[in-house]
């Protein structure tokens, strides 16, 4: 079985910065795409940004230039460095993941991880 675990959510200030983490575990052969997507209150959940497994990156337009998003292949882990939060970056983050783990790949989620931007 394949596991996605977040972690790094909490409450900050507007202003300020968190970092997000996710490692992927278990039966994994290849990881292809990862990304982060996030659901606030009453809303549908988006897709923050993403990362291809050579490294390319795609974000929505409201986090360019304040989210970094980044992975490490050898640990199965993708991070969301978070600048400049702003009360709007409120929601709960997903980590989803493309993950070769059988005969074709297959997406996966993390349980979701609680950001709140509030002073």
């Known amino acids: 079985q394949v596991q996605l675990v977040e972690s790094g959510g909490g409450l900050v200030q507007p202003g300020g910065s968190l970092r997000l983490s996710c490692a992927a575990s278990g039966r994994i052969f290849r990881i292809n795409g990862m990304g982060w997507y996030r659901q606030a209150p009453g809303k549908e959940r988006e897709l923050v940004a993403t990362?291809?497994?050579?490294?390319?990156?795609n974000y929505e337009d409201s986090v360019k230039g304040r989210f970094t998003i980044s992975r490490d292949n050898a640990k199965n882990t993708v991070y969301l460095q978070m600048n400049s939060l702003k009360p709007e970056d409120t929601a709960v983050y997903y980590c989803n993941a493309v993950i070769l783990s059988g005969y074709s790949p297959a997406n996966y989620w993390g349980q979701g991880t609680q950001v709140t931007v509030s002073s």
């Open positions: 990362i291809t497994s050579g490294g390319s990156t």
